[in-house]
């Protein structure tokens, strides 16, 4: 079983949640429930939870800022917002979960089933990544938390050269020369990283468009990227490859 709380101003909010995770999610225990920032922060330290389904949007203390009171954050985190794109994306790039309301079921399941029984020793790590991001102006988010086989990894999204797709994984090569190995499929990061800077070239590859050396002509063509990787433009991208370095 997993020891969660529920944290929501809205009484409809907590109950909806809270009916969904009995008839669904029978791993998860229901420890508590918390109508504002100040009362979740006394029943986090009371109950010490192995999870919380924190809503963003409260009055006098939105969810991050309780976040901020505590020192110990040894829990998974489950997000929940009505809206807020921009909010949405940084959290996706601290690799949280967050489940927009109304919350559909099959979503809330598999943010559950990601879930252990265990500590979230990087939880701590992804709530200062998340918090470093909030405070940047919108469109200048740069940190990113990559999930791998090993656990979370922490990186500037200008320090990626290249993603390569791998199946249900994706090796992402680095200005420093090392290739990590990303739990996430390269679609999830084109739909994560801009699409000013990153640019999906063919089905494969996604290349930040600043480490672009040369571009040789072809069919489709052929890239060189600054860390001499050669990428293919697939014949369906090249229109539109060319369109965004302005050729």
Do not use: W
Request: with cysteine.
């Amino acid at each position: 079983m997993i020891n969660a709380i529920i944290i929501d101003d809205e009484a409809k909010g907590r109950l909806a949640l809270r009916e969904k995770l009995l008839a669904y999610c029978p791993q998860i225990k229901i420890m508590a429930e918390a109508a504002n920032g100040q009362e979740a922060l006394l029943l986090i330290q009371h109950y010490k939870p192995q999870l919380i389904f924190l809503d963003i949007e409260m009055p006098r203390m939105n969810g991050f800022e309780m976040l901020n009171e505590l020192t110990e954050k040894n829990f998974h985190i489950i997000f929940t917002t009505a809206y807020d794109q921009y909010a949405i994306r940084a959290i996706k790039y601290a690799a949280f979960d967050y489940l927009l309301k109304p919350i559909d079921i099959e979503e809330l399941k598999t943010a559950v089933e990601k879930l252990n029984n265990t500590e979230n020793k990087e939880t701590k790590k992804q709530v200062e990544l998340l918090q470093q991001n909030m405070q940047l102006p919108k469109k200048q988010l740069h940190k990113l938390a990559i999930p791998t086989l090993e656990g979370l990894l922490f990186y500037d999204i200008n320090d990626i050269i290249h993603l390569e797709a791998n199946s249900n994984y994706t090796y992402i090569h680095l200005i420093n020369k090392t290739k990590i190995t990303a739990s996430k499929t390269l679609k999830e990061f084109e739909d994560l990283l801009p699409a000013d800077i990153f640019f999906r070239t063919h089905h494969s590859h996604l290349i930040n468009l600043n480490y672009i050396k040369r571009y040789i002509k072809g069919d489709g063509g052929q890239i060189e990227l600054q860390n001499g990787t050669y990428v293919d433009v697939s014949r369906r991208k090249k229109d539109e490859f060319l369109k965004a370095i302005g050729y």
